[in-house]
Structures are given as C-alpha cells and as structure tokens.
C-alpha cells in the first residue's frame, strides 16, 4: 500500500513533571532527515527518542515538537543556604562600591538553583515518554497511509489513461501502416520508370526507413513497463522505484511520437505525456 511522504502525527502522555505532548510533522526529503526540540526535562533522552523515530520512518524531513505543561502543584523548594551565601556575597560587593538601593530579593530570586523542584524525569516518566513518541509515530504514519490512499487513486488514474492511450495507438498504427504502404507504392513507381534507378540503394534506403518508422518495439516496451509499474504500486516504499519506471516509459512515448509520423498518434502522445507529468508529481510525495 502506498504512503505519503507528508503527514502530521501527535500523541501525549502524563507524567509527574506535567502534561507532555508530541507532535511530528513530515515533509518531502530523499533521506531521513530528523529536526528534534526537547524540553531541558527531557533532554537526555534525545538518542532514544531519535531511534524511536528513525525506525519507523526511513524517509523524509521530519520535525518533532515536544512540550511540556508543568504541573501546578509541583512541589518547590528554597535553598535557604545557598540564598544566604548569595546574600552575603552581594552585600558584600555593593558595601565595597558603596551602591545604593539594591533590591537583594530581585536579584537572588533570579540565581541559578536557589529554587529547586523535581526538575528531571525518573524511570517511570521516560517510558511513558517513549511510549508516546511511538504513539505519534503510529498516528503520523496513520496520516500517511490515508493521503496515500488518494495519491494512488490518482496515479491509477494516469496510468488507466496512459494504457487506453496506447491501445487507441494499436488501432492507429494499422490506419498509419496502410498509409505509409500507399506512400511507398507510389514513391517506387515514380522511380521505376527512370533509367538510372538503383535498385541496391534504393533497397538500403528503403529498410533504413522502415526501420526508423518502426514503434513496434517501443510499444511494447511501454507496455512492460505499464504492468512493472502496477505490479510495483503494491510494494512498500517503493517510491524511488515508481519514479525510476515512470522515466523509462517517458523514454519510451517520447521516442513513439517522433518515429509516428502519423498526427493521430501523436495526440495520443501528447495525452499520455501529460499524465506522465502527474505521475511523476505524485510519485515525488511517495514514501
């Protein structure tokens, strides 16, 4: 089944340091390239949650967001001692530059630990953590697969197109045989009847041009290359390989509608040029 590339991707999970919410969200990208904010709370579990992610998402540009609502009633603590050695310290300095008006429980409120509180996560918070992490990656690839849903409708679309395209050519091809048999008949009689006909160059001259106005084979590849890509469509991330097939039946119209020579068939090339145009769109959004 295909996947978007595209998606967004949430879950959450209670822990005693607050409400802490996951959100993913996936861009196009060849690679996997993995953009992580952490809350400080949190921070040192990065690696897991980088693995987490990474395998479960093989590619794409993928943001992670993780924010925390701390818990109001979070108990918080003041560091009497390192209060007063701050204190002490700061009288100390504005005595010897004899300032004025300081406001000493401004200044103290804002110094590094003089309150303390249940500032990192235990066991028990980072398994809930994690869980979540691949919870948001199961509704991310959740989100996915739907989009990929209707990307191959439409690509199914095209392709049904491109197929009745190429059958409605079949049917010209016999018309443009028939008219080219009319043109030869004509050219040869023209040319019998001057003394100085040759016969050896004009047989050369003859199998060169058929040769060159020949899309049997080029009707056939095209038509391989319709079912690979089918066939192809049921495999998982088969992204890149869908783009590589759509290429080689570019290769293969664009070549039919210069060796037609028939305007017939050359509108059935111009229609299936185009939707190899939004096949090959799609296909850049395919996992």
């Known amino acids: 089944m295909m996947q978007s590339m595209t998606g967004f991707g949430s879950a959450s999970a209670q822990t005693k340091l607050g409400k802490v919410t996951i959100e993913l969200r996936a861009l196009n990208s060849k690679q996997l390239d993995l953009n992580i904010r952490l ?3 949190f921070s040192h579990v990065e690696a897991n949650v980088r693995q987490a992610i990474s395998a479960k ?3 794409g540009k993928i943001t992670c967001s993780i924010h925390l609502e701390s818990d ?3 108990e918080v603590r003041l560091n009497k001692e390192l209060a007063n050695s701050y204190l002490n310290q700061l009288k100390e300095f504005v005595d010897g530059h004899s300032l004025k008006e300081v406001d000493y429980l401004s200044i103290i409120s804002r110094m590094p630990e003089v309150f303390s509180g249940q500032t990192a996560s235990d066991e028990e918070d980072e398994r809930e953590f994690i869980l979540a992490v691949h919870q948001a990656c199961d509704s991310l690839n959740q989100f996915r697969f739907q989009e990929g849903l209707e990307t191959q409708k439409a690509i199914t679309n095209s392709v049904r197109e491109i197929q009745s395209n190429l059958n409605q050519i079949q049917e010209l091809d016999a018309e443009r045989i028939a ?6 008949e004509i050219w040869v009689k023209e040319r019998m009847t001057k003394a100085a006909f040759d016969h ?3 047989e050369q001259e003859l199998i060169y041009y058929l ?3 020949d899309v049997s084979e080029e009707k056939q590849r095209l038509n391989q290359h319709i079912n690979f890509f089918q066939e192809s469509m049921n495999e998982a991330q ?3 390989k869908l783009g590589f097939i759509a290429q080689e039946m570019g290769r293969e119209i664009n070549t039919l509608g210069s060796k037609a020579n028939h305007f017939g068939i050359q509108q059935k090339v111009v229609e299936m040029k185009n939707e190899l145009e939004k096949i090959k769109e799609q296909v850049l959004n395919i996992l």
């Open 72 to 74: 109001s009633n979070l």
């Open 57 to 59: 998402n093989q590619r």
């Open 179 to 184: 008219l080219m048999k009319e043109k030869f």
């Open 238 to 240: 088969a992204g890149r």
């Open 39 to 41: 809350p400080k709370e």
């Open 211 to 213: 040769e060159k106005l």
């Open 200 to 202: 050896d160059r004009f």
